[in-house]
T-cell receptor
């Protein structure tokens, strides 16, 4: 059974700092990994998707890496801003077919960026 | 235009009642999902439909019955509501057969409170 763990559970940093969020998963047979952002009382916004054959993906100030063999992914946020404050969720997908479409989520990292 | 929409956004009801939550996506996706986010913010899949066919059915009480009238809609009906059903329910969708297989897009959530 796949388990996804995110460390740290909460993080508070001053504005401008570069930071790293960690995600680990127990079963390396994943199809892809997705990072989401969730604002309080809101839905999930997809940030980055890394397919299992890829090592990293970048979008603006965000960079996500994937080391499938060791079961790890990191989300790097450069020059953090107060608007980055949210909960960041890591989720893995199993298998290519529709039967493997389920996402298994970590419990999230709650990020606070202080002005 | 909202890509994945859910109604209602909030639902407060008495124990024992029957209620429905509706979900619609206008992304042209062929797979839709229901996830439950509990009080500890942990997200877990409940159901998945592909082309109106049920493909994932996690260990969910049979009081929960999903229905997909067409590829763009996936509704969730809950019978005999219990206190433990209080949670936020998220609908999501994805498309298969593309380079970004299984990338899931989420709705804003429905906060269900059972009194």
């Amino acid at each position: 059974k796949q388990e996804v763990t995110q460390i740290p559970a909460a993080l508070s940093v001053p504005e401008g700092e570069n930071l790293v969020l960690n995600c680990s998963f127990t079963d390396s047979a994943i199809y892809n990994l997705q990072w989401f952002r969730q604002d309080p009382g809101k839905g999930l916004t997809s940030l980055l998707l890394i397919q299992s054959s890829q090592r990293e993906q970048t979008s603006g100030r965000l960079n996500a890496s994937l080391d499938k063999s060791s079961g790890r992914s990191t989300l790097y946020i450069a020059a953090s801003q107060p608007g980055d404050s949210a909960t960041y969720l890591c989720a893995v997908s199993h298998g290519r077919g529709t039967s493997g479409s389920r996402l298994t989520f970590g419990e999230g990292t709650q990020l606070t960026v202080n002005p | 235009d909202t890509a994945v929409s859910q109604t209602p956004k909030y639902l407060v009801t008495q124990m024992g009642n029957d209620k429905s939550i509706k979900c619609e996506q206008n992304l042209g996706h062929d797979t839709m999902y229901w996830y439950k986010q509990d009080s500890k913010k942990f997200l877990k899949i409940m159901f998945s439909y592909n082309n109106k066919e049920l493909i994932i059915n996690e260990t969910v009480p049979n009081r929960f019955s999903p229905k997909s009238p067409d590829k763009a809609h996936l509704n969730l009906h809950i019978n005999s509501l219990e206190l433990g059903d209080s949670a936020v329910y998220f609908c999501a969708s994805s498309r298969h057969g593309t380079s970004r297989v299984n990338e899931q897009f989420f709705g804003p959530g429905t906060r269900l409170t059972v009194l």
